[in-house]
């Protein structure tokens, strides 16, 4: 399947690279507005390539994107000193509405994933931008989050990240919800796991596991500028699902009719991902902290949509 990555600055590439190395497409084509970033950028892959796969890695213009199965968008303006987050948007939203245009013009087929942020908004205004059905134009959302819960419950609890399964819901960002009650290793809830291995899920170790996760992106902005390997591998990680029709469980965003009682939102839960995109969304059973958190998050996200003109 050929893939194509518009906007190949940090995300962009490191999606590329991830991609490359996984094998999951067998052409992968890299467009930017800077063209001498996206031809240095394929160039530096390909010669990644003899270790790791077969697939070829290319640039050039739109059209070269004909065909394709999926097409990541990771293009993007950075915030200017000053500006606000609505007015940012904006000129996101101006991005957009050429890049999707152009994409939509030479594969109108394809599956988007959309990896700018805010996430959620991008997400909703692809969908409005592409007119394609909600279930082809899909967010990383928390796919990112998600990892890093599993990842740090995974380290106290001594198992692989790979069998515990838990979800972050809502927004890519600070409302984002971490779902501790449906949490499970294996089928085992936490808590009960925890107590038995002697590993007690205490207050103090929520709490902790909690903030890693919400401020993990902060800590890594303030230690290097962005986040890119690990967003790489998630986009990389849904790629995958699509191109091998997996029908996997992925918490990743998409415009939704209802969540939390609010109408048209794009935001994060669980949902099926295969060939044709998002077929079914498993929205776990919540407490009532977390159901009312993830009202919260999705009124903010949809009232952050409307403060952007489209
Ligand atoms: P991130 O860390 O999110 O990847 P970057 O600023 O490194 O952010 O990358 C964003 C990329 O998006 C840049 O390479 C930029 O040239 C590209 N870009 C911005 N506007 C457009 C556009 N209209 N079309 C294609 N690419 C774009």
Redesign the pocket.
Known sequence: MKVGI???????SATAYALGLRGVASEIVL????PA?AEAHALDIAHAMPFASATSIVHGDYDRLRDAGVVVI?????QRPGETRTDLLGRNAA?FR??VGEIIRFCPNAILLVA??PVDIMTQIAAIYSGLPTQRVIGSGTILDTARFRSLLGAHLRVSPRSIHAYVLGEHGDSQVLAWSGARAGTVPIALFGARVGAPITDAVRADIDSKTRNAAYTIIKGKG?T?YGIGAGLARIVGAIRQDEQAVLSVSSVTAVVAGVQDVALSIPRVVGREGITTELLPDLDAQERTALQRSASLLRGLFESVTV
């Open positions: 518009v906007g190949t600055g940090m995300v962009g467009v930017d507005l800077d970033l990771a293009a993007g303006v950075a991005v050429t890049v700018s942020n962005s890119y």
